[in-house]
């Protein structure tokens, strides 16, 4: 029997219909998670589709949004076929996600072991008593003290409520697990915290992780390989020292120049300039990036290129390697 990947996305476009057209958030994206231990970064700027990626691997796209081409898999099983039940299970148990401001979603009203507590008692067969000591281990792993396990997210600051976010992610021993921008409302100190933390579960558990942010600077030390999204579009994946230290695209050598940089307190890298009115607008026709990219050339504004190896597992859609 062929070892089967972890999770798998094959082509896979969702449309969103709005007031003055059809929207693409995901345009034909393709993209594997081979295997538990695999760490994955998805990064690009606001807009860029990252979190329908993310909700795409849950099976969580809601109307007015659709999917209308692709399959996703998982361990050779199609998601997307699930029943009510199936996806349940899914869901929590095999993948798990911290959405993005998760720690502003904890009910006001219950302590943060009793959210862990519920997850427990709704997908597996055990008692309140076991579901309290498994979900005062879990605080505890995520350091939390058993002595502020009953404390209510307003008695907690942002950076406790989202370990105890991450912690219910956890609750059912997912095999990957998906945080949507986990650190983005946190300042720099508890964010390096957080990632830490997630460093460590990861290596504990042997999870899969994808890690989705805007931020490129936040991925150095906790992900091994990187998906460089544009206009719903993966326009570069490899390795993150080989993205990092040598982009092809020109959109992620954009995002290089111009993200923030966690090391720097937050300043910024170089000065960009604003785009232009024209910049902004993504071509229906040929490369989505060719109206911001100084190399574009004449097949760039008739012609869509294709996301293909380029070298040592490199892929690139860029008309400059083909």
Not at 177 to 200: F, G, H, M, N
Not at 295 to 300: D, G, T
């Amino acid at each position: 029997m062929s070892e089967r990947d972890l999770l798998k996305l094959s082509d896979v476009t969702v449309e969103y219909a709005l007031e003055h057209g059809v929207r693409k958030a995901s345009d034909g994206v393709s993209l594997r998670i081979p295997s538990r231990g695999f760490t994955l970064g998805i990064v690009g700027e606001s807009g860029s589709g990252k979190t329908t990626l993310g909700l795409l691997m849950m099976n969580l796209i809601e109307p007015p949004g659709r999917i209308t081409r692709g399959k996703i898999e998982y361990q050779g099983r199609d998601i997307l076929g699930m029943n009510r039940d199936q996806l349940r299970r899914y869901r929590w148990q095999e993948v798990a996600m911290v959405y993005q401001s998760a720690m502003n979603s904890l009910n006001p009203v219950k302590s943060v072991s009793s959210h862990i507590v519920e997850v427990l008692r709704e997908h597996s067969d055990i008692s309140k008593t076991e579901a309290r000591e498994k979900a005062i281990k879990l605080l505890s792993s995520v350091g939390i003290k058993e002595e502020r396990a009953d404390a209510y997210s307003h008695e907690l600051s942002g950076g406790m409520r989202q370990r105890a976010v991450i912690a219910m992610a956890l609750a059912l021993s997912p095999k990957l697990l998906i945080a949507d921008e986990p650190t983005s409302a946190l300042d720099v100190v508890v964010q390096k915290q957080i990632l830490a933390l997630l460093r460590k579960e990861v290596i504990e558990k042997d999870l899969s992780l994808v890690f989705i942010t805007h931020e490129i600077a936040l991925l150095g030390d906790l992900v091994d390989n990187v998906a460089v999204l544009f206009a719903g579009e993966i326009v570069e994946s490899g390795e993150i020292d080989d993205i990092l230290f040598d982009p092809m695209h020109p959109y992620t050598e954009s995002l290089l120049g111009s993200l923030l940089s966690l090391e720097s307190t937050r300043e910024m890298i170089q000065t960009v300039p604003a785009l232009t009115k024209e910049a902004r607008v993504v071509p229906e026709v040929g490369c989505k990036f060719a109206n911001r990219c100084r190399y574009a050339f004449a097949r760039c504004r008739v012609e869509r290129p294709l996301l293909k190896e380029s070298s040592n597992g490199r892929l690139v859609a860029c008309h400059k390697y083909s």
